[in-house]
């Protein structure tokens, strides 16, 4: 087939790109939208989170049934939700297996993140990792740590006991090299402890929620366009890594790379593409998280032009025009994943609150 007339999906599958949903409901296992986007879209691999889980579980009665059975046996709580979630990653793995066996490990995971009420916990972030590992029984399901500074030891501690990591929530390079350098410090520990080295992590890069912060105090000209700069810089600094003499000697020893992940590449602007982030993050070796909407959109109407420099192109002059435009990226940086830990709490405990509510209801009922 001419690469013409590929869809746009499978040009960046193509391309060295893994294309995962970010979004997961017992609809889409039950009715084989799921199995369409893997057989029709390239679809590899799947993330979630609190807020994905609070709709899902909100909104209609998939989960009723099983609500009603899991609190009527006892279950409560956390404990309730970790079961329901995990009762459909379950699902969502053996899908994607095909997958991990042909990309030998590489491709075909599934996320599920510990309690964002750990963000400022290490060691309770290192027990839930584990706990859910153990509980998934499924060897393509990441459990997500957020790269907090309190996250970071736990993502250490996770990959030195064998628990694949997807690091989440990360919005700048120095972030980015942070839980990079946890995973490789939890590999190295690994082979000194003459323990295997290959286990899998990705670190996720937040990219649209810089564009949200800044809309209103930036140039019309320069809308848009910071998150794709900080692909850009972060983008670069992964190159990088993956030719430095550390990773090389870990490489050699067996050790997977800690594949870079787009995620937040939903466009918030109705005025921008809503296929913007997406063209712009084509980059080999590393993967795109998008929701359905923007998946759907890049497979029926998205161009794949040029590939991201592996120097980041322009991001370093764009980023000096923020510099003048007043925005300090650093701060923002900080700021940004703050927020995004309380934004997953609030989830999350709306979540808890919904489970608690519907257990009540069904239960009398």
């Not at 297996?97 to 400022?120: I, N, Y």
């Not at 050699?252 to 992940?261: D, I």
């Not at 989830?347 to 009922?365: E, T, V, Y």
């Given at each position: 087939?001419?690469?013409?007339?590929?869809?746009?999906?499978?040009?960046?599958?193509?391309?060295?790109?893994?294309?995962?949903?970010?979004?997961?409901?017992?609809?889409?296992?039950?009715?084989?939208?799921?199995?369409?986007?893997?057989?029709?879209?390239?679809v590899t691999g799947l993330t979630s989170n609190p807020t994905i889980f609070n709709a899902?579980?909100?909104?209609?009665?998939?989960?009723?049934?099983?609500?009603?059975?899991?609190?009527?046996?006892?279950?409560?709580?956390?404990?309730?939700?970790?079961?329901?979630?995990?009762?459909?990653?379950?699902?969502?793995?053996?899908?994607?297996?095909?997958?991990?066996?042909?990309?030998?490990?590489?491709?075909?995971?599934?996320?599920?993140?510990?309690?964002?009420?750990?963000?400022?916990?290490?060691?309770?972030?290192?027990?839930?990792?584990?706990?859910?590992?153990?509980?998934?029984?499924?060897?393509?399901?990441?459990?997500?740590?957020?790269?907090?500074?309190?996250?970071?030891?736990?993502?250490?501690?996770?990959?030195?006991?064998?628990?694949?990591?997807?690091?989440?929530?990360?919005?700048?390079?120095?972030?980015?090299?942070?839980?990079?350098?946890?995973?490789?410090?939890?590999?190295?520990?690994?082979?000194?402890?003459?323990?295997?080295?290959?286990?899998?992590?990705?670190?996720?890069?937040?990219?649209?929620?810089?564009?949200?912060?800044?809309?209103?105090?930036?140039?019309?000209?320069?809308?848009?366009?910071?998150?794709?700069?900080?692909?850009?810089?972060?983008?670069?600094?992964?190159?990088?890594?993956?030719?430095?003499?550390?990773?090389?000697?870990?490489?050699?020893?067996?050790?997977?790379?800690?594949?870079?992940?787009?995620?937040?590449?939903?466009?918030?602007?109705?005025?921008?593409?809503?296929?913007?982030?997406?063209?712009?993050?084509?980059?080999?070796?590393?993967?795109?998280?998008?929701?359905?909407?923007?998946?759907?959109?890049?497979?029926?109407?998205?161009?794949?032009?040029?590939?991201?420099?592996?120097?980041?192109?322009?991001?370093?002059?764009?980023?000096?025009?923020?510099?003048?435009?007043?925005?300090?990226?650093?701060?923002?940086?900080?700021?940004?994943?703050?927020?995004?830990?309380?934004?997953?709490?609030?989830?999350?405990?709306?979540?808890?609150?919904?489970?608690?509510?519907?257990?009540?209801?069904?239960?009398?009922?």
């Amino acid at each position: 087939m001419p690469e013409t007339d590929m869809k746009p999906t499978q040009q960046l599958h193509q391309l060295g790109q893994s294309l995962w949903l970010d979004n997961i409901t017992r609809d889409m296992l039950d009715d084989g939208s799921l199995r369409r986007y893997i057989d029709e879209l390239s679809v590899t691999g799947l993330t979630s989170n609190p807020t994905i889980f609070n709709a899902a579980i909100g909104e209609g009665h998939a989960y009723d049934d099983d609500i009603r059975k899991k609190a009527r046996a006892g279950a409560a709580g956390e404990d309730l939700f970790v079961e329901l979630a995990l009762d459909d990653l379950r699902r969502a793995t053996d899908l994607f297996r095909p997958a991990f066996k042909a990309s030998r490990q590489l491709d075909g995971w599934v996320s599920m993140e510990v309690s964002p009420l750990l963000a400022q916990d290490t060691e309770g972030s290192i027990r839930a990792a584990h706990d859910i590992h153990e509980k998934a029984q499924r060897p393509n399901l990441y459990v997500k740590i957020p790269g907090t500074p309190e996250g970071v030891p736990a993502i250490e501690e996770s990959i030195y006991a064998g628990v694949p990591i997807n690091v989440t929530l990360l919005f700048s390079r120095e972030q980015y090299i942070a839980a990079a350098e946890a995973y490789m410090r939890g590999i190295e520990r690994r082979l000194q402890a003459g323990l295997d080295p290959r286990v899998s992590s990705v670190a996720s890069l937040f990219v649209s929620r810089w564009d949200v912060a800044v809309k209103d105090k930036v140039p019309e000209e320069l809308r848009n366009r910071l998150g794709v700069a900080i692909g850009g810089r972060v983008y670069k600094a992964y190159r990088e890594l993956l030719v430095s003499k550390r990773w090389q000697a870990l490489a050699e020893a067996g050790a997977h790379p800690q594949r870079l992940l787009w995620a937040s590449t939903g466009t918030k602007d109705p005025k921008a593409a809503d296929t913007l982030y997406v063209e712009a993050l084509a980059a080999p070796d590393t993967i795109d998280t998008m929701p359905d909407k923007t998946l759907l959109a890049l497979a029926d109407h998205g161009e794949v032009g040029s590939v991201m420099p592996a120097d980041g192109g322009d991001a370093e002059a764009v980023l000096a025009r923020f510099a003048d435009a007043g925005i300090d990226i650093a701060a923002l940086a900080k700021q940004l994943q703050e927020e995004g830990a309380a934004s997953f709490v609030k989830s999350w405990q709306q979540l808890l609150q919904r489970i608690a509510d519907k257990s009540a209801q069904l239960a009398g009922a």
